[in-house]
């Protein structure tokens, strides 16, 4: 049996884990062996993805708090190291956006994109590179992007800046603590199934509360992407899996879409006539 990919004895910390993609990783991580920390700013949602991971056999701490706030992802980060004595995986996931022209986002709307998406990583990595040091085992630090790191983001300019320096950071980090052992990488998710995406953003998880989108609007969602749907959750969290693992031993430094092929297809999509266009609903299109 491989057993490369298992992650027996070794803890990890997510960081808003209790939904969508965060949760997936976190339970997926606990499933190949790690005992996991959630940081969650749902309460509710902390504690029930707590719950799911000991009812895997793995130990788990649930903790409220805001990504935003840096001092306190630090405080949670010690707590963590308080109650296992050790830090092997880091999983930098908190992010958030909201749509409009740059023109008419205050600059209070671009800093708490900053912090969100930007700073939390910041300061996670901050304060828990020197855990993995001290243990002197290596780590994995995993940050969580989107493909829009690497393209033209209209509406959503602040946010793609952020994500493009989750994956900058993510190179530099990856040479700068090579010496211990520690591998970073990056994952660069596009349209994926979240509870945050169909609407459900606070209180806990409840698909039966989700925004049902009628047959128009998926297949012209099945039709952007090249494998035909929007990707699950879980499959982020199998992905996770696979870098903060010894099957990813030698890879460091990378971004890796989880996407059905949307950055690849670089704006082509499937035509209504099933075929591939780049200029579907012009009047000279095919």
Same mark, same amino acid.
């Given at each position: ?185 990056? !994952? ?67 971004? !890796? ?30």
């Amino acid at each position: 049996m491989n057993t490369r990919g298992r992650l027996d004895g070794q803890v990890a910390f997510v960081t808003a884990g209790g939904g969508g993609i965060g949760r997936a990783i976190a339970l997926g991580l606990a499933e190949a062996g790690a005992d996991v920390a959630v940081f969650e700013i749902v309460p509710e949602r902390a504690k029930e993805t707590a719950a799911r991971i000991r009812e895997l056999g793995r130990e788990a701490l649930a903790i409220p708090g805001d990504a935003m706030d840096a001092e306190a992802i630090r405080t949670a980060i010690a707590a963590t190291d308080a109650r296992f004595g050790r830090l092997d995986i880091l999983v930098n996931n908190a992010g958030g956006v909201s749509g409009r022209p740059f023109l008419e986002q205050s600059e209070r709307s671009w800093r708490r994109h900053i912090d969100i998406n930007l700073v939390s990583m910041l300061a996670a990595t901050h304060a828990a590179a020197p855990l993995m040091i001290r243990g002197a085992k290596g780590g994995a630090i995993l940050n969580v992007a989107s493909i829009e790191a690497e393209r033209a983001a209209p509406n959503f300019a602040v946010y793609a800046a952020c994500k493009a320096g989750m994956v900058s950071f993510t190179k530099s980090m990856a040479i700068e603590l090579s010496g211990h052992g520690i591998r970073v990488n990056c !994952l660069a998710p596009d349209h994926t199934v979240t509870p945050g995406n169909q609407g459900n953003r606070s209180g806990p998880v409840d698909p039966a509360s989700w925004r049902q989108r009628d047959a128009d609007e998926v297949d012209a969602m099945n039709r952007l992407i090249p494998l035909g749907r929007e990707g699950i959750d879980t499959e982020c969290g199998d992905a996770a899996v696979f870098l903060c693992s010894a099957l990813a031993s030698y890879v460091t430094g990378i971004t !890796l879409p989880v996407d059905g092929g949307t950055w690849a297809a670089g704006g082509w999509v499937r035509g209504r006539n099933g075929k591939w266009t780049l200029n579907e609903g012009l009047s000279f299109g095919g």
